[in-house]
């Protein structure tokens, strides 16, 4: 595996680093996370891997989530999703309600909060049980059939999600959601509650780099021309108000979360997932990025 | 040259569309094109081309000039320039004074009218002649020793320009312009009001898929990190509006014009040049859209 | 009573008009009231009273009821009921969330949505059971002593108010509601459901054209000062995005309700409470605003 | 003059205060002034006069000349004036761009900088000379002969007014400014210039209290009507940001200049004009609100 010195390098740099961001203090659950935590792992699309520090370690993957959630919804639909969420980067926070009001409720994208409302709204209508065949998907593309929703964290965002409650039915208002908001929040605190470890992130999102085709199996998710789209629609959107910066400090397509994951791919190549849970002042992992940046600068090895 | 059937059945499927989008009114001199033209040059790394139809006609580059200036402005400065202009995507029109208010006249990016202002302004602080270095910079990149500017088309835009004016000078309110806002809009609609044809306009930007090297003699212009930033920045932001929209369904680095002109590249391999001058509600060319679109899908060669 | 031949002049004029507005459909109950009721009544200080039309009929008196809500507020906590809300007008719709967002969650007035959802939150706070003592509060002002809430229109906005919930849960998430929003909300609902006609909303808000105090009796409500402050709010918010409109053409301080009625008051002299269920685009009644603009240019009777 | 007493008081109860506010900086000639002047001026409708401090001294009127424009040009075009300009209060900063963009470049009043500039477009538009028929309607209503711009207050915010010069042109961009965008700010410029002390000031404004016409002659200037809206337009918008405020604490019609005087105006009864230089946050006048509020408190006579 070519990448491992790249990878050591840009960690050992990371993990030097005095400042190790603020870990996120809206979701009590997550209060309480060990903020020295860092790890990272890569899987290449020939199914190796390698991972550093604490890269075995379950996190709440919050907000990654979000990309699995539009994959489903877009298999199911396919284009007409877009009649109900743009594709455009907001400019603006991810809990923003300020476009929604000059876009008649239609979200920028699927990945700031009220995107991906309005995707979980567009699952719950498509599926008999969008909770139990939204889990059933992940652990297909994951590899791992015990994977739960986390209650412990979808109940401690639940005792604080005003702002979450105030998108759902501010969408609601303008009838871009069609399920009663309650259940719709109740299908978006459960998603963004799941827990994996570095390795088995990267290892759910290679899809993404292989051409909307499993790398363990070679199954089709969806097709070439999907996966090409969900990749651009990370690198404009993935990380709300730095998109612009990630994909210029970074240039990969990828998501972040707040419980402080960070997923990126190289198309072609290869799938990696860094976890720190202290966030810089936009919401994403302080050392997550600082690793990726040096990562990238390193190999040179970016879409652009 | 192994694109030219992906081309020719792009620009057929283009050119049989009876839309061809609206051509641009505000700009009066902009307004006697002919909606009818159409032409489409691509150029490969290898220095092989291949154009069809009006490829070989000069048309106004106008904004495209901006990826010229924050080139050579870049090359200058290096990474201060970003202490004056963000690099994250706006989610507003063009010439919005919207999110000046609250970044303190610091532009989203360099690519909106607000951000290529200060751009302008920059050059003029560290260039002795900023209209006459600018020339000989682009002259340099296109090998066009007789390139000028447009008086004509930089009077028609300078007479009616008053929202340019006002952004100016907004900016100039926040301490963000340091020459005279007079002279600093005389360089911007100078500098706007350049034209190329579609062969001259992909051969001037194939530096950026050459990892910042120019093709002809292979002469450094920026470093390859650079090179890989502005390609970045054109993903995220060269397209206003509606870059999320072209990055979603076309998938390369690219800038529009209201001339009607398009830009786009695949890094390592090809710079493409669009032109027709019908453009869609957002301000881009509307074929030029069509086909890049058209072109990506059939050749499945896109940066995702 | 020597304003008689005014408020005839001003309801022949207006109720000859062929143009009646358009009823309120988002509340399902109010969509279902007839259109073309039209009734005036006036009260002056010395106890006089006149009624024209259906002044009789009693409609639901919505939003005017924030006055009353406010009113019950002031009185008990004074001054420092400004630090949960502003006194400024806002320059936006009834049920924006446009500027929580930049105020930290502090409404710009008691009179928008977002202003009266914490005037609720004060009284809940504040009183052993708000439902029940605000409405003996109203119980005394008006002398009627079997008023009530009314389940059928409570009920009707609860089942479609979700702008209102998102406006309840946003400004919670900026910590400026203390209780539970969904009580909040039920209080909200409650108190926008009475139901009074022409004559008993004139009375009821006499006392806010007499320094403070109930004409019947001369009991104190709120301090001289404290009514004059009311009276401005009414002026400068009363309206919504209209307020500069009323002021302007009406001159006197009022507050109108979705149900169509709107009560206005000349401090020292009279209070006259309008109802026509039609509303104009800003959501204020139609008929009551030509009205009142008929009468005060008449009488030439304003406090400016 | 029964007055007198509760001017001496409030006066007193001002002067002690220590804090004072902050001179403005941002016109230069401005910030020479010094910042312990303090002085009062009341006109009574019978032509009595009583002053105290500094109320013989000259400062510049800035912004409160706009109340004057306005008169002249509602004079001339009567109603049809608020087809090019809106009457409610716009709930942001005196010289925000904001809601321009939303209302096509209607100003939300004729006392925000952007309404008062197309005022003057309008008078430019409809005058021969309007800089010198202005000047000769302000000499006539303040009985001063004499009286002329400021070349040197008028050049300096000249030099520095590049935030008015993009609202000019901002407005213009939207074709609600018909003459050559430095033209009328130009007139803008020397209209802000004028210069007064507190009596002439009061005097100059006599006419609003006394339903159009000057208490010197008797003159009709304006309409009752008329008179009666300007009134009503400075208690809704008379200070920016803060017009809520002072009509909750002061009560009455008003108006600011960042120059630190303010007129106000008890209809029927007096004219009272203010001056201290120092300013508090949102650009009122620190000891002038002070003042007017103690005045009103204490003398129980405000319009509510």
Same mark, same amino acid.
């Given at each position: ?127 008999? =049980?969008?909770?139990? $065949?939204? !889990?059933? /998907?992940?652990? *297909? +593309?994951?590899? @791992? ?33 069609? =399920?009663?908001?309650? $259940?719709? !929040?109740? /299908?978006?605190? *459960? +998603?963004?509650? @799941? ?39 990370? !690198? ?69």
């Amino acid at each position: 595996m070519n990448y491992r010195k790249s990878i050591e390098k840009a960690f050992d740099y990371s993990k030097a680093l005095t400042d190790k961001g603020k870990v996120a203090t809206y979701i009590p659950e997550l209060a309480n996370v060990d903020p020295t935590k860092f790890g990272v792992h890569m899987t290449t699309l020939d199914g190796q891997g390698f991972g550093l520090g604490h890269h075995l370690e379950k996190f709440s993957i919050q907000s990654i989530a979000k990309v699995l959630s539009l994959t489903l919804a877009y298999k199911i639909l396919g284009e007409k999703i877009w009649k109900r969420v743009d594709v455009e980067p907001s400019g603006t926070k991810f809990d923003s309600l300020l476009l929604l009001d000059t876009n008649n409720g239609i979200p920028r994208n699927p990945f700031v909060n009220s995107g991906a409302l309005v995707i979980c709204d567009i699952l719950m209508s498509h599926l008999g =049980n969008a909770h139990k $065949e939204f !889990l059933a /998907f992940v652990r *297909d +593309l994951s590899g @791992l059939p015990n994977l739960v929703y986390s209650d412990k964290i979808a109940d401690s965002e639940k005792a604080t999600g005003y702002r979450n409650v105030a998108l759902c039915n501010f969408i609601k208002s303008f009838g871009n959601i069609e =399920n009663d908001p309650a $259940e719709v !929040l109740d /299908f978006y605190f *459960d +998603l963004c509650s @799941l827990e994996m470890n570095c390795e088995q992130l990267a290892r759910t999102f290679s899809f993404l780099a292989n051409g909307g085709s499993k790398i363990s199996d070679d199954t089709k998710i969806i097709s070439t021309s999907q996966s090409k789209r969900i990749n651009a629609l990370m !690198l404009t959107c993935g990380f709300y108000d730095e998109s612009g910066e990630f994909a210029f400090k970074v240039g990969l397509p990828g998501k972040s979360g707040v419980g402080g994951g960070v997923v990126a791919l190289y198309p072609h190549n290869y799938t990696i997932a860094v976890w720190s849970p202290g966030l810089n002042p936009k919401g994403n992992s302080y050392l997550g990025m600082k690793f990726l940046e040096k990562l990238t600068t390193h190999s040179e090895l970016t879409i652009f």
